[in-house]
Structure formats: structure tokens, C-alpha cells
């Protein structure tokens, strides 16, 4: 008898709590029953994002958020720093070529982080740069960058930085006020514990004179569309209602536990989950490590897509493999959203019940309770 | 953030699938709709308890069907053994002292079991006996009887034998016919992975002649009054609609694992409890212990209720206390019902975390990975 246990980083487990409440009936969105979910959502997306900025919700997936900054803010022909180092850091040069837009890719190796560095140099050398596009946490790779940074060096300049924390919002250190984050791309289904379907992107007033001007085609994501509905409490387009109702009660549990307890309890989770690793003889990719989603090579002779498929065939316990180059290389285990220690411990265990089955030597149990010790450490 | 998990003997964890079923509109119950239902539930109850003879399925706690076999097969005056060793076992004197029936008491020490010369003994020394009340596992100790044997010494007998499997069916070997046993009580929140509420009784035809002259006073729990029910497909008053309609649907999905597999899988996971709580250095607190529930000896300045207590409070792991005289002397895990493998371990990880935190002595991880170890071996 298995059960369905997710690890994976997005989607992660919705809890009862927001499953029951999507269960209700549907509403009509034109109703001020739903203006008044709507607005509870705005302003909790805004304590979640630390923004006091707009924030537009989207029906789409995060893919969907992220092809919206691109195309609000920049004009065929306009250049943008895209910054590599994974699968999805590499999705924002693939939307601006899409959209004819001049790329200066900084390209960063897998499991790596850039260099803010690096970013100042490539804007001082090229002026026409208008936007700097970077990820938080790479759900690919496991990475977590400075932002922070970053957008220091935008902050000085004409230049609008805009940030992927699809996977890493609720779950990763962001400030998007505090730092100056132009841009923050996100979706429902990872730390904010809901179903996929619903994106956001905040907006900030610097952003907005890009998105005054942009010549780029755009009906479903245009954010002076989006804009004109939002003042008046409403989407501009049906709303994914149910998603936006489980949405309120994801964010509401959020708000009780506070953000902050939140961000602390996924840091403690992935600080288990790493001496865990660590115990088993195994290497962690990431140079600097996210919280959100533990990313761990695989020693010789074991298949990182053997073991997933194992695991999930043999114990119902989902974790994901690596992408691209890393298919095979890596595993990735995601601590995002409403997990607590036992959620860990079942993940650690089954992995090393299909380690043993493949062959990997180490001694029962010590996964398991090198993980118990650090959580111990940190209650 | 803590999220509720069951490893209690009963309640147990209700399948997902469970309480959808339940989640429907009500339907009434003197319906073609409900008798369709009501007869599924009759079918696959038979396949559970292994029997030919009618069950009367009555909206009650175990207890109730306890004493419906008490009431239905006894009058005033008549003479039954009970065996004790335990605090459930106990409740047959209890309910019989309740009619004025004389109670021959067979004393067991609680983790002890029967033995059943001693019940062969007492019935060729006392001829007037008609029942012996017996308990199948004793959910206070973790102790597995052997019915099997007792059944055959009442078999040869004008002696009816009751069994309470209310822990015990869906978990341990029964078998109701093959074995002769004339009346098996149970209930539905326990091997049967549904809510409290509805409990059940098999009346063989051997039973069914003292039922027939039973002068003890009765209404609701009246045999009579509900066979002819239940032979039109009814029940005799309004029955736990809903419990009945989730009980149709855990009845389903234990024939589709298979009755055999379920048993087997109970036995897998309880071994696997068994070697952790070994290696741990804990003793085990019964003589033979049943797969539905493990109880276990605390070591000196470790109060089982303050442990107990500790694990829901900390981790919002439920396991149960010891009862009566061994009241914080033992902890006592369940492992029947909707369970496998990495429940368990989140038992055994609960319980490190917490013996850690009371200062007992062990390498962390050593339990789960002796259950780790004896899981794979048993696959």
C-alpha cells in the first residue's frame, strides 16, 4: 500500500486546510464576495512579497509571470543582462529572444552562482542595458544568489532588476522593498502551499516607466490591463477563482505562523536534509545552498533517474532527478511550503532504502539520525 | 508547524478516499440507493471476518456490540467464563455483572496470554457454563490469544465462544468459521480505517439458539429485531449513514489490496516496529505480541505519559499510554489500518526525538535503521 508523500521542489503538498476550502462551490468573480477574497490576497501577497507594490495575479504558470516581466517592460530591440546557471535562469533568455530583445548572457556554471561583480562590469560596459534578469533560487541546480547585491548595483543605476522567486518565495530571505527588487516573478504551487495555476509579479514605480513605454506585443499579460482592473479590486480576465480562494487560506496559515517562522522552519528542514547527505557519504551540487530545495550528487555507479523512479514506485515518495546536462547526476529534494521534520525523515529514509537496493553501502539509519541531531540543535 | 499523525491502537488514520465518500449530500437510508450500499458493506464484511453468519452492523462503539453479545446470548442467572488480562478483557465481567450473570473470572496477568487448558479445565469442572468471553489482541497490552485453540475446546462443547476482535480483525489471522467462533465483535475505527461509530457482531447458529431464549432485557441492541432487518436488507433503526458509506469504501479497498496482504503487510510493518524498539534497547511488554499493536517497557525515569505527551505536544505524533496499572509504565504504537512503511518510521523518529530529549541514552538513528533493515528484508 503506498501513499502519495511529495519532496519534490513545486508542486509541494497543499494542506487540508486549502484543499477543503477549494472544495466549496464556485463563486462568480464579479461578486463582492469575491472582491473581498481578492483584496485578502492582495494585501497578504503584499506581506509575503514585502512590498508595498502592486502585485498582478495571473491564471498561468510562473513560465507565464516571467514571459509577462519580459514583455512589459522591454521593446524589440532593447537590450537585458540575462543571467545563467540553470534550467529555468536560462528560460529569461529564451522569452527575451522570443520577443526579439538583445541578450548579454552571463553565463555561470550549473550548481554555481554569479558574481554581483561581474554584473556591475557587463552594466558599466554597456549602457543601454535596461534590465537585469536573475533568479533567487534555481530549482534546477539548488543555488541561492545574492539578490541583495544585485540590485544595490541596479539600485544606483537606470536599470531595472527583475527576480525569479518562483521557487523561492515563502521559503528564501526577499525583501523586495528593503532591497530594491524592481521585479518579483512567482507561483502558487511551491512555498505558498497551493495548487499551480496562479502566478504573480510585483511592480515596482521604477519598472513601471518601462512598462509605460514598452512596444512589445501583449494582451493577456498587459500590466496597464492588469493594472486598470487591480485599482478597482478585480482581474482584468476570469480568475482561476477556486486557486484564488485556496490561495487566501495558504497565505492566511502563512501570516499566523509568520513569514518570519516560515522562512525558519525551511531553513531547519534543509539544514537536516544537508547533514543527512553528509552523513550518507553524499556531496551537495550547490556551492551556496538554498534552503527551498536540496540539490545532492550521486555517487558512481548510481542513477539518479533509477533511484527517483525507485522511490516513487516503491514507496510512493516523489523526489526529483537533475535536468539537462545533470539528468541522471543529481537528485533534488524539495523542504518548500507545508513540510515539517517528518516529511524529511520519510523522504531520508526512503532514500536510503533504494540506496541500499542499489547497491550503496553505508549504515541503516544514519541519514535519518544525523538529520535528528540537527534538528534537535536548532528547536 | 506541526501536522497530526495517528499511530494510536484505534483511531487510525482514515483514507483520503474515506472521507470523500463521506463528504457527499446524505442520502436516506430507506432507499433501493442506501440498501445497494448497506449490502456491499454485509458482502465485504463477511470477506473480512471470514463468515457465513450473519452481521449485525449497529451504530455504537465496540462496547456496545461487547455488550449486544452479552445481552443476546445470556439471562439473568446464567454462568459465562471471562477471561481477563486486560483492561478491554476485563469489560466482559464488567457488562455481565451489569445483567446479573455469574462470572467465572479466568485471571491473566496484563502482557500475559491464556492458556487454554486452563479454559478446558474450568469448563469440565463447571458444566453450567454457556459462554466464554474472550479477547482476540488485547488493545491495553499488545497480546495476540490464541482463539484458534480456544474455539476448538468450546467447539466440542455446548459452549458458545465470543471473541473480541474489535483490535484485532483486518490485522491478525481470523477465521471466524473455520475456527468456530460463534460470536466476533468488532468495530469500524480500527483495522477497518473508518471513524468511530459503527460497530459489528457475527452470530453463528450455534450462538443463535441462546439468542433465541435469552430472557436479558433489550431494545436497540436486540439481535432479533435486527435479523429480521437485515434480512429484508435493512437495519432495524437509522444507521451512521455516512460512517456506513465510508465504511463501503474502506471494505472495497481492503478486497482490492486483499484481505491476506493486508494481514500481511500489518505483520511487515509491526516486525519492523518491534526491531527498532530492540534496538533502542526497549523491552517489549508482551509475551506474544499481535501486529496491530506494539507495547513497550520504559526504561527507569522515563514517565510514558509525560512521553506520550511530549510527542503530540512537540511533534503532533499521537501513540497511546499504558492503561490502568500501567499507567506511564509502557507506550503502546499502533500499526493497524491505512499504514506503511514511512508512518512507521515517523513513529520511531517521534519517539528517538523525544527519548533524546528525556535524556535516554542511544546512537540516533539506530531504530529507524533497524526498520529500515528489517523492512527490506521482508519485501
Redesign the interface.
Known sequence: ???N?ILTPGPTPVPQEVLLSM?KPTIHHRTAQFRKIFKEVNDNLKYVFKTQNDIFTLSSSGTGAMEAAVVNLLSPGDTAICVGGGKFAERWSEICKTYSIKTIAIDVEWGNVVSPTEIEKTLDENKQIKVVFTTLSETSTGVLTDIKKIAQITGKRDVVIVTDAISALGGEELETDAWGVDVVVSGSQKGLMSPPGLAFCSVSPKAWKLVAVSKSPRYYFDFRIAKKALDKGDTAFTPAITLCIGLNTALKMIKE?TLEN?IQ?QGRLAAALRRAMQALGLELFASIPANVVTSVCLPKGIDGDVLVAMMQNV???TIAGGQAHLKGKIIRIGSMG?M???DI??GI??L??VL??MGYKF????????A??E??KSE
Do not use: D, P, W
Open positions: 500500500m503506498k501513499k508523500r472544495a505562523e516560515v522552519r514507496y510512493g515518495v507545508h515539517n521534520e517528518f525523515i520519510t529514509s526512503a536510503e532504502l541500499c537496493k549504515e541503516h539509519g544514519v541519514g535519518v539520525g544525523a535528528q541531531k534538528l534537535l
